[in-house]
């Protein structure tokens, strides 16, 4: 194997990073994960430049979990985190600034 399919295999495994912002349009709520971690999730509807606005599920774990539950239903956040596919895309939530 040579250095440079080597270097591109391991720059295609590490997430980006995006930021989003939108309003809460479901209040968040813990949910059971399989690992015993705290897990809260909540929608909003993210707005974006490129298109319409969009329902949105944000994730967070262990302390970005309890962050989250802060916010209540109409709050508008800023989101940085990674963005995953689960049935619908989500974002893990890494930061979360009240707007």
Known sequence: M????????ET?????TTTLSGVITKSPSRIKGNTGRPMVK???LAESDKRSSYPLTVVGFDIMALELMAHLRG????????MEWNGGYSIVAD?????
């Open 75 to 82: 709050e508008r956040l800023t989101i940085t985190g990674r």
């Open 12 to 16: 295609s495994t590490k997430p980006i």
């Open 42 to 44: 909540a929608t909003i």
């Open 2 to 9: 040579n250095s440079s399919n080597q270097q591109s295999t």
């Open 95 to 99: 930061q979360i600034i009240a707007v």
